[in-house]
């Protein structure tokens, strides 16, 4: 596999000693202990988070994060109980995301996430599962559905960044410029009310914020962010086959709802079904509804 960026904390262990230190945080507010797994794949190290990964007789979900983001995100507020469905998970950490991974990545372009995806079931020991993917995540996904689609049982699409490219509407720009130029606090928060949650709707505890906010903040200071962005797949998704589900909500900004609903119809042959969550801004893998909604959809593939 042909390593096309390399991203990097600024100041190696220390930073990543940091992180570890705000993962320690979320534990102790969720009062539970996340497995940690660390495996080699073509792109290097690749850090992996887990629940209930021993127990092989439960469905495996198998989650990819959104760019900027941690897997951990979709664990705020225990947000992960809202399945409301014993599974294993297995929280992978992207490469080339601000995490404890390693930051070489591929060309975003080619196939070689969906390789590297397949080389993380390997692994893992995992034969098949479903798969969910938020923003970036959701490229990963229909990466690996492309490559080895008899390895997936099932795709759930958060807020994709796969089906149109990033908008170019000003508003969006603006929050989302406005803290990677200034990565202060404020702005971050700014951005967060603005384009990621949609308050009183979407939105989470006040320490769940303030552990988003220090993770932005730190992501932006201290992480040299090489790593390609993801880009409108078009045609490439003619070739995904499995059951694929789209759940987006109607205030991103980032990718306007309607535009990925429009594409997904047009490209994907196996799209499911299509959820659309009033009032939910960007982050909706923060959002319990679309959780639940995940989780019910799982049993019905008992």
């Known amino acids: ?19 570890e230190s705000w993962v320690k945080k979320l534990e102790k ?4 202990k996340y497995e940690s797994y660390e495996i080699k794949t073509s792109l290097g190290k690749t850090h992996v988070w887990g629940l209930n990964t021993q ?13 900027r983001t941690t897997s951990l995100f979709w664990d705020f507020d225990k947000g992960l109980d809202n399945l409301d469905h014993p599974m294993r998970i ?17 060309d975003i372009k080619s196939l070689d996430y969906g390789h590297w995806a397949a080389e993380v079931f390997d692994h893992l020991h995992i034969d098949k ?15 690996l559905g492309i490559v080895q689609p008899q390895r997936v049982k099932a795709a759930f699409l958060l807020n994709p960044g796969c089906l149109q490219p990033f908008s170019l509407k000003l508003s969006n720009l603006y929050f989302n410029l406005l803290p990677i130029i200034r990565p202060s606090q404020k702005n ?30 730190f992501a932006l200071r201290l992480y040299k962010d090489k790593t390609q962005k993801p880009y409108y797949m078009e045609k490439q998704l ?3 086959s499995i059951d694929t589900y789209l759940l987006e909500g109607d205030k991103d ?22 959820k659309v969550f009033p009032n939910v801004g960007h982050g909706i893998e923060t959002y319990a509804e679309a959780l639940k909604y995940i989780g019910s959809t799982i049993k019905k593939y008992q």
Not at 58 to 67: C, E, I, K, N
């Open 238 to 240: 003619e070739e995904v």
């Open 188 to 217: 971050v928060a700014k951005f967060l009310d603005k384009a990621v949650f949609s308050k009183p709707t979407h939105g989470l505890s006040d320490f769940s914020e303030r552990m988003i906010i220090d993770y932005e903040v």
């Open 29 to 32: 507010s969720n009062n539970r």
């Open 1 to 19: 596999m042909e390593i096309k960026r390399k991203s990097y904390f600024r100041n190696g262990k220390t930073d990543l000693d940091y992180f």
């Open 253 to 274: 900004l980032l990718f306007p709802f309607q535009k990925s609903i429009e594409n997904a119809k047009k490209h994907i042959r196996s799209l499911k079904e299509v």
């Open 90 to 106: 297995f929280l992978v950490e992207t490469n080339g995301l601000p995490n404890l991974s390693d930051g070489e990545t591929p």
């Open 129 to 143: 599962a479903f798969i969910a993917g938020a923003s970036f995540g959701g490229l990963i996904c229909m990466k």
């Open 55 to 67: 127990k092989e007789n439960l469905d495996t979900l198998v989650v990819f994060p959104g760019a």
